[in-house]
């Protein structure tokens, strides 16, 4: 079936994380990037069963400032700590927030994969509450820098382009990407 996907990137996003158990490497220091996402989200409903809205859109790009998910983006993205919760350390971190040294934001799972499914759950939640529960995203590419990057993905299919920072001329499909070392 035809499918309309749309597509939405949030940037500019300063953190600092820490891979605790990343032992063999120099990630389980405090390092920082400078996240990306792109979320792909598209209508539930196929083509020919009104897949766009009224005004021929999946969605209106400015429902995230209105429906609170680049609010939620900002308090976790932006200028956060991201500190898993079994961190040996978890009790400094949490001191360091207390005492206005650091926003750290606990999650159960660090790494852009897991950075990815978060945003895509959350993101799901909402929109199947909002929108008339029509629109739904397909997929989040979480971008540690441009030259790494983590997907998740439904159904185990993804056949759109890719989309690398910094080189928006250059679209190769998934299965030409080329993983890359590093964290």
Known sequence: MARYI????????SVAIRQWKA?????QLLHGYALEFKVWFESIDGVDEGQLDEMNWIVDYGIFSRNGLKEWMNSMFDHTM???KDDPYYDIFEQMGQMGLAKPVFVDR???ESMAKLVFDKFNDVF???EGGRVKVVAVECFENNKNSSLYYEDGKVNFPI??????ASIELLSNRIPEDGC
Do not use: R
């Open 163 to 168: 989309y690398y920072p910094g080189n928006t």
């Open 23 to 27: 032992q063999h490497s120099h990630c």
């Open 6 to 13: 749309s597509t939405k990137l949030f940037e500019n996003y």
């Open 128 to 130: 199947s509450k909002t």
């Open 82 to 84: 991201i500190i898993e």
């Open 110 to 112: 660090i790494g852009a």
